[in-house]
Every structure is written in structure tokens, then in C-alpha cells.
């Protein structure tokens, strides 16, 4: 290989000063139904995205009907309302509007996006779909075997496998996070129409529902078509539900699924983190972007550009009212799959051990901080974004405030996050691969007593 | 639907410079395509273009290893690449103070690649090809697809024919001496178009760009890709049968059909749309809810603008429902609409639903950057952005039945049908393709 001389030899040029950045402004109003609206008028294309926010998630089902929400939430614009000939999803259609909803473990969110012409169209059919749905008989059966069909795919897709299987391994049984948010074969083959009624009646309540609506439209303009499509709509706030988080134990594991011909492990590396709530929230996600949120965290750069390992490897927290889980998730070749469970383990371990130099803590605050806009670009986003804010109960200046607090936390805040969140002996590691290719060399690791599980992830004794 | 707004020139090294002013976010999109992709590839070489991707994020002469991606995250940027058939794009959105960074990375990789490139890492993203290929073809249900559909729609002799991942023993062969002569050949200003969207000054940004990306020489021309004209119709109906490690049989089945931009390519597009786009298409409304014989389907075109584009439907069998019986009732709404057409509430529904779906991916500075790339890269011509909802919204239902009538037939398709596999033998890898992000 011949070596060139350079074309050009510029230094790395210095940034220009920053332009001011805020959240879109969002104005909230309140219907005498209990209702609550929030407008966020956004006029950049002629586009409208339209939400709303339902007490209706996976952890306020009955015992024994899991995934009625999400079969609640599919079938709302299944069905005609009033004398119309037409099914709802298919008028939205017409519009060239989708409307799609669903169930998320607290909440259920029901949406539509539509070009600002068929704004008030839209907006009287979304006011249909969440007050009057008819929920026919024959599509919620379909939706149930719809469903049915997605578990019998999951057990042969070793991605989905992998996370299934992880969140069993997490949770005690007790806990609703332990299971499928959409429900596993036995409760969703259970779920009968008069399930969905009520479910329906019980949680679709105006006193408890926000709606949202984002972009192309004046706030009095938003306020007349919602009042005009869902005012009428009574029913108080149901109570609120609440997962329990505890963990199924407080000692390492590893969880081993045989599939046999696996052509790579996926690996799942974590425990029970913290409820979004938790006041150390900032230093958390600074913490978490080092070590395996951002492309050039500790843990991708070691699995991924100095071994070789995978295409990729990460560390999330999943926020959720109670506590959801932390994982480490990677896919690896078979051969280094002990090799790359202990690198990932070995940057969980001593992460906590110094706070990061201000070079590494300023590649993810200045991440965070600066990507913010880029973050809400369409009216889609900026109603999730609020919709969050919502589910959450977090104060209406959440955004304003974000990047400060973002700026605010210090080396020592990410350490002490560290220590705190970060539980090397709590780790429960789950394997989806070749037994007998991996689980010699990760027995030898001495990681914890080892669980075999066989490809449709039943435990063996 | 305001247009977008546009100003193209060229640098005297042949680079072609978009620019599209928004200043609604202080953020900023640049977009670099490169016209080369997987069809470019030499025999024994399949994958190349991809893993010359990966490369490009090893460093140049002023950034190292990974730094790119550091710069840019730090910079409060979001970045990526990728590679497709016949192109390589790489493109990052940052806060707009944060421009000239971007302009700067993108320059030096161009101009000055070659003096960063080890066989260290080399022998690196080649192993992480490897797990990519592993991770989205190998251990994935149905993950061969992408692989077989090219191999299947095109002659072996087709540029389009052969795996744009590669073959792990192509993948093993690529040594630093095919990196510089891929950089050579392809990765000239000539060769690549460059798009700033959002928030910019346009003066400051001419400026830029004429700074950066001036002094990088043109090169000395590409080969010409082989002949890539093929017929209008397949002539038969060829089937292939994929036994996989999958519980439920899936048919894959794929028309030729008009090249993206051409005059019959937008009646092909509402065609997919009222097959499989949404609820209320055909495939979904027959088989998914009255039938009740699928538990998903889809149809679309690959947007090919060479040689011939694939209209493709994508149909999963609900459970109980054999792999024969799912091909027939497919066929059976093929049939239907190569016989007997559309109406005109169908094309209205699809336009409607394809129109809502082009003015939303507008919105972001990244997606507005891609598609003027796109249109410059293929047609010279970024304007085609504010035309294709005209285009769709003259699309009458004649113009589909046409289509149908022609293209639908059983003389025009081919299909992979993948059923369950019950002897544990795995099926012998094939050539085949898609596209990939780094």
C-alpha cells in the first residue's frame, strides 16, 4: 500500500456560538369532564400529530387476563361506531391518517398523525375510536391470535428470546414486570370480549386521560375540535396502578437457553435497576451513556472496536414507574462468548471504582445537552415527549430544565450513581446460544450457579 | 405542502453541492452520498463496499480511530452510514454552531483516508462485519431474505445479483491494497454529493465547503458497471423452497417493476401501497381480517433506479395455515388485481396515506439531507423533491390497473416461500444482499 501525501492539512475547527434552544411552548387546559388538554402549536410543515394518555398500561390488568390491554388498545378503531358502514381504522385511512394505540406498562397511548387538512376529520374520529369503540367479537379473537402467532415467532427469534427470558430471570413471579407486557399463550388465549368491556369501562376514563395534540394548529383551534370530539365523554379517574419490582434474587446467576445451531449468543447482562422518579434520574443517564449508552462508551468500545467481539454492544435503563430492569444486551460469536460476558462484566465492576475524568464526563454531558433539539424534530416526538412528562408526573418545566440539570451533574454525582445502582453481585447473565459450544468456557468463568433452559425457554431441573 | 427550499452548484472537482435553508431548530444535517455500492464490487470481492464502510470510521490523517464518532457525539451530534446496491452514504445532524466540525470530518476522510488505514483495523471491523452478518442473516428467522430475493430476481452475471454483505471467505480475502484501490477509484468529489440541510448561513457555508472539500483532487473515473438493462418481465414464475429454522411459513414474492423515478414508477409504488400498505390494503383486509390465513402483510418496491426496480409482497401464515395454502390465497389476490384492477377510492386512500408519510419524514433535518442527496446522486436533480407528491397525486386508477395488468401476471414473478424445517438440516448459504448501517 502506497502512502499519499496529504490533500488538505486543516485543524479540527472550533465550534461558532450556540443558538438558543427551547422545548416548544405547550399551553394546558382542563374540561369540566375532567379532562385535560395540551396544545404545543409547532408550524414548520403542515402536519399535526394527535395523543392521548390512558391509565390503561400492562400493570393495571386483572390477574390471569395479561395482555388485555394491549388487545384493548389494538381492537379501539376495529370496529364501526353509530350507522357508519365503514370501520374506523379505515375512515382514518381515507384521510391517509393512521391511528394506532398501545398498551405500555403504566399507560396506554392512543395517537394519530394527519396533514393539517384532515385535522378536524381526524380529531372527531380519534374522539370515536376512544369513547365508542364496539369491539366486534371477531376482531378481538383475531387480535388474540395474532398475538398467539407473535409468542409462537419470538421462540425461534433469539433477540426476542433472549429478552423474554431475561425479564423472567429478573423478576420475582409475583411481579407483572416478569412477564410478556403483551401477555403470554395462557392469559391472552383466556381474554374474552367481556374482558375487553371491562377493561375498557374500568380504565378509558376522561378523569384520568390527557390528550395532546402537537404542530400545525393554533391552541384554540386544538381546544374547540377536542372539546367538540371528547366533552361529552364521563367517567372519574380510575385509581392508578402500580407494578411491585422485586427481584427474584439477590445473588448472580447465569441463565443458559439452549438453541441448538446458533449461529452467535445473544447475551443479556443486569438486575432490577430504579424507578424513573428516583432523584439520582441525571446521574444515572450520565453514568449509563459512559458506560454503554453512547457509541463511544467504555463497553462498545471494548466488545465492539478493540475485540471484535459484536456489532454492537450497549447498557440501557428502562424507566418505568417502579423499578425496571438494567441490562447490558450484545450479540457475540459463539467461540468469544465467555471472553466478551466477562469484559461487559469487568466495565460494570469497576466502573464505580473512580469518578470519570472530566474529558469522559464532558463526551456525555455535552452529548446530552447538545442533541436535545435534535430530539424533537417532528410533532410525533414532541408529543411523546410530553406525553412522558405526563405519565410520569414530572413538573411542566421538565424540559425547560433538562439540559441544566444535565449540566449539573459532577464526577463525584457519577460515581456515587455508580455505587448506588450499579450491583456487580446482584448480575444475572442469560445466554441464548449453542450449549454445547458455550457452556464449558462460561462454567469456568465461576460466575454463579448455572440454570439450563431448553428453545421454547422452559427450565430444567 | 410549502417547497423546499434549494440552491445546487459544483465545485470545479466535479463534488455536487446541495443546500436547504430551515431555520425553525438550530441544528443542521450533513449528508454525503457516494455513488457506489455492493453492484461496484469485483468477483471474489462481495461485501466490500460495506466493510470499506466500516473503514471510513477508522480514522484519517487528523482524526483517529473512532474519533469521528467522538467528535461528533461530543458535539451533541447524531451520526451513521450505510451502504445499499448502488450507493454509500454517511451522514451526521448536529447543533448548527457545530457545521464546520462536520464539514471538517467528512473533507478528511475524503481527501486524506488512506494514511490512517492499519491491518489492525482492518482485521477489527472485519470481525465485526462478521457479527453483523451473524446477527441480522444467520441467526435471524426468515434473516436469509435479503440474500436470496437478489439472488433469485437477478441473472448471476447482474451487478445486483451477489450478497451485499458478502461471503465470509470474500470478507476474509479484503486486504489494505483493496482498501486504496476502492478509496481511488470511488471516494473522489466527482463521485459524491454533498447536502447541508437546516440551520446554516449560506455565504459562511459556501465558504466552508470551498475551504474543506476544494483542495481534494478528482479522480480519475470509475469503471462503468455492466450492462444492467434487463426485460420487463421475469417470463415465468420461478419458486424457490427455503426450509428455516421459523414456526410459521412465509412467501416472498417479487415482480419486476419499473425503475424508481421512471414515468411508471409511481403507479408501481400505489400499486404496493393498495396491496399491502396499512389495514385497509388488499393483502391486509383479504387475508389478515376476513380470511384470516395470514398474521401479517406487507408490500413495497426496493426503489431501484437501475436495470429493473422489485415490487414485493410479504405475507406471513397464521398458524395452522400450510406453506401451499398460503401461496394460493396470495396468488388468488394477485390474480385478482392483475385481472380485474383498481378503483379509484383505492388509489385515493393509498395517495392519501403515501402523501402523509412523505410530508412527516420531511421534518427532520437528517431524512430532507437523504433524499436531496438521492435525487442529486441519481438524477441530478434535487428539485424531484417537491414534484413527487404531484407525481403521486396524478396517479389514476387506470395507470394501476395498467400496471397490474402488466406486471402482476404469473409471466413476472419469482418467490421464496420458507416453511418450518423439520430434519435439522440447515440450507446451503446463497448469495444475496441488504442494506446495512455501520
Not at chain 2, 365 to 370: E, K, Q
Amino acid at each position: 500500500m502506497t502512502t499519499p501525501t496529504l490533500v488538505t492539512d486543516f485543524p479540527q475547527p472550533e465550534p461558532g456560538q450556540p443558538r438558543d434552544y427551547s422545548f416548544p411552548t405547550f399551553g394546558s387546559y382542563q374540561f369540566s369532564n375532567g379532562l385535560r388538554l395540551v396544545v404545543a402549536p409547532v408550524h414548520k410543515l403542515p402536519v399535526v400529530t394527535v395523543l392521548a394518555v390512558i391509565e390503561a398500561g400492562a400493570v393495571s390488568e386483572p390477574v390471569n387476563r395479561e395482555g388485555v390491554a394491549q388487545i384493548t388498545a389494538r381492537a379501539l378503531a376495529e370496529g364501526r361506531a353509530g350507522d357508519d358502514a365503514m370501520e374506523l381504522a379505515d375512515r382514518f385511512e381515507l384521510l391517509g391518517a393512521s391511528f394506532g394505540a398501545r398498551a405500555d406498562w403504566e399507560i396506554t397511548v392512543a395517537s394519530v398523525t394527519t396533514t393539517t387538512g384532515h385535522l378536524a376529520d381526524a380529531v372527531a374520529l380519534f374522539g370515536e375510536a376512544l369513547t365508542a369503540p364496539s369491539f366486534p367479537e371477531r376482531e378481538i379473537e383475531r387480535l388474540k391470535a395474532e398475538r398467539l402467532s407473535d409468542l409462537l415467532q419470538r421462540r425461534m427469534e433469539p433477540r426476542g428470546l433472549a429478552d423474554d427470558m431475561f425479564v423472567r430471570a429478573l423478576y420475582d413471579a409475583e411481579s407483572r414486570y416478569a412477564r410478556a407486557d403483551e401477555g403470554e399463550a395462557e392469559t391472552v388465549s383466556a381474554i374474552t370480549r367481556d374482558d375487553v368491556v371491562a377493561f375498557w369501562s374500568e380504565r378509558y376514563r376522561p378523569g384520568s386521560v390527557t390528550v395532546v395534540v402537537a404542530g400545525d394548529v393554533t391552541a384554540e383551534d386544538a381546544r374547540r375540535l377536542v372539546e367538540a370530539a371528547l366533552g361529552s365523554w364521563q367517567g372519574e379517574a380510575p385509581i392508578p396502578a402500580q407494578a411491585t419490582d422485586q427481584p427474584a434474587r439477590l445473588t448472580r446467576a447465569v441463565h443458559l437457553v439452549h438453541k441448538p445451531d446458533a449461529a452467535q449468543t445473544e447475551i443479556r447482562l443486569g438486575h432490577v435497576g430504579l424507578p424513573r422518579l428516583h432523584p439520582d434520574y441525571f446521574a444515572v443517564t450520565v453514568m449509563n451513556a459512559l458506560l454503554g449508552g453512547l457509541f463511544n462508551s467504555r463497553i462498545n468500545l471494548n466488545l465492539r472496536e478493540a475485540h471484535g467481539y459484536t456489532y454492537g454492544a450497549h447498557s440501557y435503563f428502562d424507566w418505568r414507574r417502579a423499578a425496571g430492569p438494567f441490562l447490558v444486551s450484545t450479540a457475540v460469536a459463539s467461540d468469544v462468548t465467555h471472553l466478551a460476558a466477562q469484559e461487559a462484566l469487568k466495565e460494570l465492576t469497576r466502573f464505580g471504582d473512580a469518578p470519570p475524568e472530566a474529558r469522559e464526563l464532558a463526551l456525555a454531558v455535552d452529548y446530552l445537552d447538545g442533541v436535545f433539539p435534535i430530539r424533537y424534530e417532528s410533532t410525533s416526538a414532541i408529543a411523546s415527549a410530553i406525553a412522558g412528562m405526563i405519565s410520569f408526573g414530572l413538573p411542566e418545566d421538565y424540559y425547560d430544565s433538562y439540559r441544566d440539570n444535565v449540566r449539573a451533574v459532577t464526577p463525584q454525582a457519577v460515581q456515587d450513581a455508580a455505587r448506588r445502582h450499579l450491583h456487580p453481585d446482584r448480575l444475572q447473565l442469560l445466554l441464548v446460544g449453542n450449549e454445547s459450544e458455550i457452556r464449558g468456557p462460561v462454567e469456568a468463568m465461576e460466575f454463579g450457579p448455572l440454570f439450563r433452559y431448553d428453545d421454547e425457554g422452559r427450565r430444567e431441573e | 405542502m410549502p417547497k423546499i427550499p434549494i440552491d445546487q452548484y459544483s465545485l470545479p472537482s466535479g463534488l455536487q453541492v446541495v443546500l436547504s435553508e430551515d431555520h425553525t431548530a438550530p441544528i443542521v444535517a450533513v449528508n454525503l452520498w457516494y455513488h457506489v455500492g455492493s453492484a461496484n464490487e469485483r468477483a471474489g470481492r462481495t461485501g466490500f463496499a460495506h466493510l470499506f464502510e466500516h473503514m471510513l470510521f477508522q480514522g484519517s490523517a487528523h482524526v483517529a480511530a473512532n474519533e469521528h464518532f467522538e467528535l461528533i457525539e461530543r458535539a451533541g451530534g447524531t451520526l451513521n452510514g450505510s451502504t445499499w446496491l448502488d450507493r454509500t452514504n454517511y451522514f451526521q445532524t448536529v447543533p448548527s454552531n457545530q457545521l464546520e466540525l462536520a464539514l471538517w470530518l467528512e473533507a478528511d476522510r475524503m481527501g486524506n483516508l488512506l494514511p490512517a488505514m492499519t491491518q489492525q483495523k482492518l482485521d477489527t471491523q472485519r470481525d465485526v462485519v462478521k457479527n453483523e452478518r451473524r446477527w441480522t442473516v444467520d441467526n435471524q428467522p426468515y434473516g436469509s431474505w435479503w440474500e436470496r430475493l437478489p439472488a433469485l430476481a437477478f441473472p448471476p452475471d447482474h451487478p445486483f445479483h451477489h450478497s451485499l454483505m458478502g461471503s465470509m471467505d470474500d470478507l476474509d480475502a479484503a486486504s489494505l491494497d483493496d482498501v486504496a484501490e476502492f478509496f481511488a477509484t470511488y471516494y473522489t468529489p466527482d463521485n459524491a454529493v454533498l447536502t447541508i440541510a437546516g440551520d446554516f448561513d449560506p455565504v459562511e457555508t459556501r465558504a466552508y465547503v470551498e475551504r474543506y472539500f476544494g483542495p481534494i483532487p478528482r479522480g480519475a473515473g470509475k469503471p462503468p458497471l455492466r450492462d444492467m438493462s434487463l426485460p420487463p418481465l421475469f417470463g415465468d414464475w420461478r419458486r424457490e423452497v427455503v426450509p428455516d429454522d421459523v414456526m410459521l411459513p412465509r412467501l416472498i414474492l417479487a415482480f419486476r417493476s419499473p425503475v424508481f423515478g421512471s414515468q411508471g414508477y409511481w403507479a408501481a409504488s400505489v400499486c404496493g401501497a393498495i396491496l399491502g400498505m396499512r389495514r385497509g390494503s388488499r393483502l391486509q383486509r383479504a387475508l389478515v381480517r376476513e380470511r384470516q390465513v395470514a398474521s401479517d402483510a406487507s408490500a413495497f418496491t426496493y426503489d431501484l433506479t437501475k436495470g429493473s426496480d422489485l415490487l414485493v409482497v410479504d405475507v406471513t401464515a397464521r398458524p395452522e395455515i400450510s406453506a401451499g395454502r398460503l401461496e394460493e390465497e396470495v396468488a388468488r389476490e394477485v390474480d385478482l388485481i392483475h385481472t380485474q384492477g383498481v378503483t379509484g377510492a383505492e388509489v385515493a386512500r393509498a395517495v392519501a396515506l403515501i402523501e402523509t408519510s412523505l410530508v412527516t419524514s420531511l421534518q427532520s433535518a437528517g431524512s430532507r439531507a437523504d433524499r436531496l442527496s438521492l435525487y442529486t446522486t441519481y438524477f441530478g436533480d434535487p428539485q424531484r423533491i417537491n414534484s413527487e407528491i404531484d407525481h403521486y397525486r396524478a396517479v389514476s386508477a387506470a395507470d394501476v390497473s395498467n400496471f397490474a395488468r402488466e406486471r402482476l401476471g404469473p409471466d413476472n414473478r419469482v418467490s421464496l416461500l420458507y416453511v418450518p424445517r423439520e430434519d435439522g438440516a440447515r440450507p446451503d448459504a446463497v448469495d444475496g444482499k441488504t442494506e446495512v448501517a455501520a
